[in-house]
Structures are given as C-alpha cells and as structure tokens.
C-alpha cells in the first residue's frame, strides 16, 4: 500500500538523519581526577576522596574543551551493594559543574579500578560480573538518559585474561541497557587499555561485543597512549608523537566495521620535546575523525601545579605551558567556530 509504503520511507529516512546526528561530536578535554585519588593501581583502597575544583570547568570550557573524564572508586563501600549516597552526591555536584560549563560539555563518568576490586580480578577470582554490573546499573538509572554523558566502564585492566575480560564487558552493557540507558559506553581492553596493542590484542576479543540497542555505534573502544619512553605517563619528557601506533589503531578500526575508538588519556610534562610531541600527536588525532573521536589530557583536577604531567591552572588562573603550547585547545577552538 502506498501510504504505507511512504510512512515507511519516511520512517527509514528519520532513523537515518537520527543516526547522523546522534554521533559524538570531535571531543577535546581533559582528565580532573581525585576521587580516585587513594586506589592502588593493584584495586586496594583507601577512603580519602579528593574533590576536583569546579572551577577548572568554566575555565577549560572558555577556551574551547568540551570533554571532562572524572574519575571515581569505591561508589558501593560494600562489594556489589548500593551506591554511597553521599558519595554520589559529591561526585555529581563535580558532573554537574562540568556539564554546566559549556552547552556541548561532554562528561566521561569513569570507573577507575584496573578491573580490579581489592587487588583481586572482575570474574577471575575477584566479584562476580553481577557484582560489578551492578553499580553500573545503578548508575544507568541516574545517568541513563543524557547523550553528553559517556560511561567510561573501567579504567585500564590489566594482566587479566582476555577472553574472559570480554564476556564481563558483554555482562555490564546488557545490564546497562537493560536498566534503560542509552549512553555511549567506552570499551576498554587490557594492557592499561594501550592503543599500541589494542589491533593486536585486546581488539580481536572486544570486536564481539554486541549492544542490545542494535549496531555497534555507541560502543567506543577506549585506548590511551603516553609519549614517554616506557609510556608510562610518569616522565617529564616525551621521546614520540605516537602518529605511527595510531595510524596502526585507525586502519584496524576502518577494517573492522568503521569502528570508533576515543584517547581517553595521553599527555606529558611541560618541557619542550612534549609541546612538539603532544601537539603532533594531537593533530593527527583531530584529523582522523570520526574514526578517533578526541581525546582527554591526562590531567589536571585535584592534582596540584607541579604533578609531573599537570595541566592544572596556576592559581592566578594562567595555564601550564604545555596547555597553550601543545594547541592543545586549538583543535577544539576551531571545532567551535565551525560549529
Ligand atoms: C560515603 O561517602 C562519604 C562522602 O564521600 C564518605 O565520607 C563516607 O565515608 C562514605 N561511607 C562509606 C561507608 O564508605
Ligand atoms: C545531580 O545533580 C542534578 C542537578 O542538581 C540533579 O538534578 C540530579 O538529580 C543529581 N543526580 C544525582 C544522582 O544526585
Ligand atoms: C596494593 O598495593 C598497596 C600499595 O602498594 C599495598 O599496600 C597493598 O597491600 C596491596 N594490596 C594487595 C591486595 O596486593
Ligand atoms: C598484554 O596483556 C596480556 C595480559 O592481559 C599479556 O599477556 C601481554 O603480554 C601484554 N602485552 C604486552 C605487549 O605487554
Ligand atoms: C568473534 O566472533 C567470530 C564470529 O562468530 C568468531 O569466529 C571469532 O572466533 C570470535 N573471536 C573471538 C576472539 O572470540
Ligand atoms: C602565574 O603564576 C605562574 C606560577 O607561579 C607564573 O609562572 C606566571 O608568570 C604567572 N602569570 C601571571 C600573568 O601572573
Ligand atoms: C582539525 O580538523 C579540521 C577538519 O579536518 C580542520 O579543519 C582543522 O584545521 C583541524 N585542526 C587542527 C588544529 O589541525
């Protein structure tokens, strides 16, 4: 029947321009940690929160970022429990701040634990994949339904079989969608989640990963890369600009269904050799879109100015000089002008 025939058209054309215009814009930001700031890389903890100053939103956001991953830990004090009401109060006062700085401010809700929870592996001898999904799934029912709001669902596994790290990926986006949450999810492999052996690695396991939304658009691989010699993040001086392993990572995802992956970390010290490095870098990153979606400086927040890699503003609010060297805004700056 014809008038059939046209709603349907007309239907196929809407869910068309729908999927075109709910894909990521080019995201430039940065990490503002401390929440997570007393968990051992091995997934001990502490209780000591620290909170990033909310100031850093409106002040990033001026120049042009419109991407802010804030790290967290220990939301649930007893394993697979309910969430620290408190807690979650504080940490998205933090959100909030960030979402209000900038109409296009986007927010990378981030589980910081190494996939890890008392130095113990998610479903290798550690919780449970319910154990795990579970703060997830509650956070899908306060966080579930805005697009600028992207679940970043752990923080650099490592050491952990692969195979079996997928399937708990599989488990937290069933639960994620099941609880009702839309959100683009970023999808993270082991390694510390390197982008030098995700086409190697992890990628082959993370590429079955399915999403009960259908299609595979709002499932991002999330990848870091330093630039320093043992690409630790932990040295002042950058040694590469990493355009060769990312190259590697975008014919791998072109390969792989035009898959999408997002530089949640990188970054460097303030000296010369990361300004030229990191700005190269950056710039390689910027015109790969959409295929690499942006990226996130590591890091400013609750570190204090004189953190080896700190991009955190001097308390007369000037920027480090590796922030207005590396153009590092001047990706996202141009993005908004063009906008
Ligand atoms: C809940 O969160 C608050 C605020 O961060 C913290 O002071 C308190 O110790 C937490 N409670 C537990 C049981 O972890
Ligand atoms: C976060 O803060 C916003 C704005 O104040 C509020 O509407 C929302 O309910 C809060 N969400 C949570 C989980 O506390
Ligand atoms: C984790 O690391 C901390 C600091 O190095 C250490 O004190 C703690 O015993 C470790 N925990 C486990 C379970 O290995
Ligand atoms: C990547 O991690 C796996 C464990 O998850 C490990 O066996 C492998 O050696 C690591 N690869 C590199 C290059 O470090
Ligand atoms: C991914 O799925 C394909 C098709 O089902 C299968 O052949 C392949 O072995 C799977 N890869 C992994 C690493 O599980
Ligand atoms: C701001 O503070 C930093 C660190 O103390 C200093 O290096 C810089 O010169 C100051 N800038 C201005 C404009 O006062
Ligand atoms: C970022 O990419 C856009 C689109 O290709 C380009 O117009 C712009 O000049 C690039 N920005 C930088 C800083 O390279």
Known sequence: MKSTT???AAILYFSLIHCVVAQLPRLGGV???GYEFTLYENGTFTNNPHTPPAAQFPHFSAEGANLYRVPWQQMTPVLGGSINTSFLAQYNATVQAALDSSADAHVIIDLHNYARWNGKII????????????????????YGANDRLIFGIMNEPHDLDIAAWATSVQ???ND????????????????Y?????????SGPHLLNLTDPLGGTGRLIFDVHKYL???????????????VAILETLVHWLEASGNRQALLSETGGGNTASCKTFL???????????????GYSIWAAGAFDSSYVLSVTPFRNETDQSLWTNADIMTVAVLRVVMR
């Open 228 to 242: 320093d010699s043992d690409n630790s993040g932990t040295h002042p001086d950058c040694v590469t600009n990493n």
């Open 123 to 142: 479903a290798q001898g550690g919780p449970t994949n319910t154990q795990f999904a579970s703060v997830w799934s509650q956070l899908s029912k306060f």
């Open 6 to 8: 046209i709603a349907s």
């Open 193 to 201: 989640t390197s982008a030098q052996y995700f086409p190697t690695y």
């Open 171 to 173: 488990y937290v986006v």
């Open 279 to 293: 700005g190269q870098e950056l710039a390689y990153v910027n015109s790969t879109y959409p295929t690499l979606v």
């Open 31 to 33: 990490n503002t940690p």
């Open 176 to 191: 994620i969608r099941a609880a009702g949450a839309t959100n683009y999810l970023l999808i993270p492999g082991s390694n």
